[in-house]
């Protein structure tokens, strides 16, 4: 049996991170049995970061290699009918999102305005952890944004950079069925995995009045949920 270790559930999705969500509904949407645990500590996964999978004693890391990897050896044809055009659209659909990931982070990390409000409703939901692991956690991420650059941004800098990525989302979500048609693919799976963790999220941030404000957006992430939550 595949198992897919990925951070923990938080406001009601599968896996509070982006990432590990958009493998979960990938999972889910193309039909492939799994087992999922969830860590909090991700310093022994490949690359030190989540997720990753583990099926017939290989461990493969890396979202976009995960599910390349799963739908060569099952043979998935969740993208079969995609054009070249397609597949072109999803890669750099696909890396925006990365950018996109930073600014959601950051919203919950780096602002002093929502990190309480993170903080305790994570420690609330996971009573293993207190505030001062929480407080730690978000000292190592200080570093990592600081690194990547996103943490040397005001707020309203870093919002401006996710709420174009969320424009473009909202232009390319459909106000019916999916981003190719009446059958969701990978890249729904993907946009999923990131509108999830903003529209679930009940603290009114400036990436989450967005989503809010779009129909279609909320229309596509309350749809794919519906099929992965089950």
């Known amino acids: ?20 969500l958009k493998v979960f509904a990938f999972l889910k949407l193309a039909g492939v049995p ?34 390349a990897h799963l739908t060569d050896k099952h043979g998935l044809t969740i993208d079969a009918a995609l054009t070249p055009a397609k597949r072109r659209i ?10 996109l990931y930073w600014v959601m982070s950051y919203s919950r990390w780096k602002d002093d305005r929502y ?8 420690v609330a939901q996971h009573s293993q952890l207190d505030a001062a692991s929480l407080d730690k956690a978000r000292d190592y991420n200080a570093q990592r944004y600081y690194y990547q650059g996103i943490g040397r941004y005001t707020p309203d800098q870093a ?5 174009a990525d969320l ?15 009446p059958a969701p693919t990978s890249l729904d799976a ?14 009114e941030t400036p990436l989450q009045a967005f989503v809010s404000a779009h129909p279609n957006l909320v ?5 794919i949920h519906a099929m992965v939550s089950g």
């Open 34 to 67: 799994f087992v999922h645990e969830h860590l909090f500590d991700a310093s022994a996964a490949p690359r030190g970061q989540l997720p990753y999978i583990v099926e017939d004693g290989e461990t493969i890391g890396d979202s976009d290699v995960i599910i």
């Open 159 to 163: 919002y401006a950079r996710g709420l």
């Open 90 to 99: 999803n890669h750099l659909v696909t890396r925006m999102l990365d950018d």
């Open 167 to 181: 424009q473009v989302l909202a232009e390319i979500v459909p106000t019916r069925s999916y981003v190719y048609g």
């Open 219 to 223: 229309r596509h992430c309350e749809a």
């Open 190 to 203: 993907g946009i999923y995995g990131f509108i999830a963790n903003i529209h679930f999220y009940p603290i």
């Open 115 to 122: 990190y309480p409000l993170f903080r305790d409703a994570f």
């Open 1 to 20: 049996m595949l198992t897919l270790y990925s951070y923990p559930p938080l406001f009601g999705v599968a896996d509070n991170n982006g990432y590990g």
